[in-house]
């Protein structure tokens, strides 16, 4: 599987905009809380965790910009 995003479920308050902006449909909402569905499709693409307003979505990798 794929680096997947992850999620801390005390934080979500179950408002979908990430599900609406998955193109990969790896989550879901359920019982107000966003869960992943496992899918080799995740290219990790960050548009779940820059729409979270919450925070409740994170890289599970650092991103490392290096200018030459």
């Known amino acids: 599987m794929a680096?997947?995003?992850l999620i801390e479920p005390?934080?979500?308050?179950?408002c979908g905009l990430c599900v609406?902006?998955?193109r990969c449909n790896a989550l879901?909402?359920?019982?107000?809380?966003v869960t992943i569905v496992e899918?080799?499709?995740c290219?990790?693409?960050?548009?779940?965790?820059?729409?979270?307003?919450?925070g409740a979505i994170s890289c599970a990798?650092?991103?490392v910009i290096q200018e030459p």
């Open 20 to 22: 609406s902006v998955c």
């Open 28 to 33: 879901v909402l359920v019982g107000h809380i």
């Open 43 to 54: 290219a990790w693409c960050t548009e779940c965790e820059a729409v979270c307003p919450t």
């Open 3 to 5: 680096e997947m995003p």
């Open 61 to 63: 990798f650092e991103i």
């Open 10 to 14: 005390a934080k979500c308050d179950g």
């Open 39 to 41: 899918t080799e499709e």
